[in-house]
């Protein structure tokens, strides 16, 4: 081809005179640019690589990266929530009782209640998570009827006991006048899973319910370990040990 062409322009400039001569030779001129553009666009068209669509870029990759840190970073406080905590540690329960002085309320004992009765916030958000997933039965020892009234008005008061949704029906809370009556309302009740502040109601309900949770400090925990004389220790498979309720329920304490 480029023989050709060479032939051609020589027997046109051989033929041309004059202005002729001038024009001949511009067109020469272009042809071959034009040609030679042609050849280079070519190679150059070869040499260029196009991004292959399976390697995203850096940033659609930093993209992916946060969107699925941000994914599992909501997933983790979903896990987290009161709601969710409950629900995993209630799976296969349907009766819970619980104990509320020393868990629901900061009072431990039927002596202090005689003087106030004061709930534990927290706690009581789990207490109403708790009824909302199973039966739930709050408990109390008390020494007289003043001690009925200030646990009855302070849980009313909190919104833990009520006829609204999630709240413990009235009919559900129980008094007794000793520790040993509170035991045996415990066991006419058969929970699955029974939650108390007290070391002793514990151990005396080892052997008659599935699950027990003692609440309390650590301390508890170790000396609730050793086996007392002539009474059963609380180091069984089913009793836990937690500093709180919300411990209980597998949350940050």
């Not at 514990?202 to 002539?230: E, H, N, W």
Request: hydrophobic share 45%; with cysteine.
């Amino acid at each position: 081809m480029w023989r050709a062409l060479v032939a051609l322009l020589a027997s046109l400039f051989r033929d041309a005179s004059g202005p002729q001569l001038a024009f001949t030779g511009v067109l020469g001129l272009a042809v071959v640019y034009a040609l030679w553009q042609l050849r280079g666009g070519a190679g150059r068209k070869r040499d260029e690589q196009p991004l292959h669509p399976s390697q995203p870029s850096t940033s659609a990759a930093a993209a992916a990266a946060h969107g699925g840190t941000a994914a599992a970073a909501a997933h983790h406080a979903a896990a987290a929530t009161p709601a969710a905590a409950v629900a995993r540690r209630l799976a296969g329960v349907r009766r819970v009782t619980l104990s509320v002085p020393g868990v629901l309320l900061e009072e431990k004992g039927a002596e202090e209640l005689d003087e106030s009765a004061t709930v534990r916030q927290d706690a009581a958000e789990l207490v109403r998570q708790i009824a909302g997933r199973a039966d739930c039965y709050l408990m109390c020892h008390v020494s007289d009827d003043i001690g009925e009234a200030l646990v009855r008005g302070a849980l009313e008061h909190a919104g833990v006991t009520g006829s609204r949704p999630g709240q413990v029906p009235l009919h559900r809370l129980l008094f007794c006048g000793t520790l040993l009556g509170k035991v045996s309302i415990v066991r006419q009740l058969e929970p699955e899973l029974h939650i108390d502040g007290h070391q002793q109601t514990v151990s005396d309900l080892q052997r008659f319910v599935k699950q027990l949770v003692l609440v309390g400090p650590p301390y508890l925990a170790q000396q609730a370990a050793a086996v007392p004389s002539g009474g059963p220790g609380l180091a069984g498979p089913n009793v836990q040990h937690a500093p709180s309720l919300a411990a209980a329920m597998g949350l940050p304490s």
